[in-house]
């Protein structure tokens, strides 16, 4: 990193610290409700480094229902948005109707967190639309963690403001200077999205259905991946009895954010409305099918976020719940789910189950048949079952499906130039060690076989 990038790190951090350190001095705390033992230390050390007292800016709650409790008690009273850490899935619940309920009641009051493991898009997409701010993808480190929670606090420093600013006149029912602050956001971004969802809530509350549509149209064309707007749309036309620009607008939604089943089942009713009962039956259909696959999800990513807890202390019953885990995603299994995958092939390698992890990773491979990182890893356990030649080929394929993998760390380069070496192909084994040295000088491992086979 150059000098003057460094700077300009070194200031966006300092930035992001003073977001957060004065949030807090204006609402006191805090809200964090987890059961993962592992984040809630690093939120307590990220805070800890700029010199808060955690003691007093974390209020820690077991359950939703406690999280909404204390929303209740504390939220109308502050002056400032209250920032809430929601764990994704907490002993078999989602967080999904607790942070709908949150900002139906609180709106901009409140900034929503979730936190997870990796999940898929669609998942995400959901989680934002019932009215997450950000998304924390664990494990993530303290810096990452400091920026995460700044943006969520204050998106855009002076564009974030003045859109803040238009929203409370607009909650306050001020509709013209609400109209002029939106519209000043303009001059800062042009065709900004968010601005034009304003100005579409002030056409509405004038009772301008023409001007509301027009500027909700102009944000859904700003960003043709964010639901927001045509939620207003589906809204608008409710209201004005325009079943067709209604159903449209739903059915693009559904196809943005195919997990939501109530939306699907709310489209499966105006295909009835409209005496069409073939088209209503498919999504009623597709609504049972995304509810059986949240309720597998549900049952696999706690299985998952077992196993983790777990982790090195009993590998064997780590393995079990990995195991389990992938069976109870059943058909649903995707590319999204290549993780667990990865996590029970290395457990079962450290077991010396070499044979099981390259089955592991051939179911993975059904699933994903081009990812270079299932080849890579099934080039390992196949190495680790002395089977160098069969390892060879696979490291080939996953090069050639991603020649950047060696850059990715040294043992990568390390492991194929073994398998070369071990095949008695001493000159490519040299050109392996020598690009995991490129990657990392000093990884010792790469610099003795080296030294070994140049001697």
Same mark, same amino acid.
């Given at each position: ?88 899935? +907490? ?211 706690? +299985? ?152």
């Amino acid at each position: 990193m150059s000098n003057a990038n460094r700077i300009k790190a070194e200031q966006a951090t300092r930035r992001y610290e003073r977001i957060v350190a004065d949030s807090l001095a204006e609402t006191g705390f805090f809200v964090v409700c987890t059961d993962d033992e592992s984040f809630l230390r690093q939120l307590k050390y990220a805070l800890g480094t700029l010199r808060i007292d955690v003691k007093t800016a974390l209020r820690e709650v077991g359950d939703y229902d406690e999280a909404a409790t204390l929303a209740a008690k504390t939220v109308e009273r502050l002056g400032s948005p209250l920032l809430f850490f929601l764990e994704r899935r +907490l002993r078999k619940n989602t967080c999904l109707k607790t942070v709908k309920v949150l900002k139906s009641f609180y709106g901009d009051k409140v900034r929503l967190v979730v936190m997870s493991v990796e999940i898929s898009r669609d998942e995400m997409v959901l989680t934002h639309e019932v009215g997450a701010d950000s998304f924390i993808t664990k494990p993530i480190s303290a810096n990452a963690l400091i920026e995460k929670i700044a943006f969520a606090i204050r998106p855009n420093n002076q564009l974030g403001v003045l859109l803040d600013r238009a929203a409370a006149l607009l909650a306050a029912g001020d509709l013209e200077q609400a109209g002029r602050v939106a519209a000043k956001a303009f001059e800062l971004k042009p065709g900004s999205l968010k601005a034009h969802l304003l100005l579409g809530d002030v056409a509405l509350g004038r009772g301008d259905h023409s001007g509301a549509e027009r500027h909700y149209m102009e944000a859904a064309r700003a960003e043709k991946f964010y639901i927001e707007p045509l939620k207003r749309l589906v809204e608008l036309y409710e209201a004005s009895g325009e079943g067709d620009k209604r159903l449209v607008c739903l059915t693009r939604l559904d196809e943005l954010s195919p997990l939501n089943f109530e939306r699907k089942v709310t489209i499966g009713e105006a295909y009835l409305d409209r005496g069409e009962t073939d088209r209503a039956k498919e999504f009623f259909e597709d609504a049972r099918r995304v509810v059986g696959k949240v309720a597998a999800d549900m049952v696999s990513e706690s +299985l998952m976020e077992m196993a983790r807890k777990i982790g090195d202390r009993d590998q064997e019953m780590a393995l079990r719940f990995v195991t389990e885990a992938i069976a109870a995603k059943g058909d649903s299994l995707s590319r999204a789910d290549l993780w667990m995958f990865n996590n029970r092939g290395i457990l079962l390698r450290r077991q010396g189950n070499w044979k099981e992890a390259v089955e592991n990773y051939r179911k993975a491979l059904a699933v994903a048949p081009d990812d270079a990182g299932v080849h890579y890893n099934l080039g390992v356990a196949y190495a680790e079952g002395k089977d160098y030649d069969t390892a060879l080929v696979r490291f080939e394929e996953a090069l050639r499906l991603d020649d950047t993998l060696l850059g990715q760390g040294p043992t990568v380069g390390y492991n194929i130039a073994t398998a070369h070496h071990r095949c008695r192909r001493i000159e490519e084994a040299r050109r392996f060690l020598a690009l995991a040295l490129e990657v990392d000088a000093g990884y010792e491992p790469a610099r003795r076989l080296l030294a070994h086979l140049t001697g």
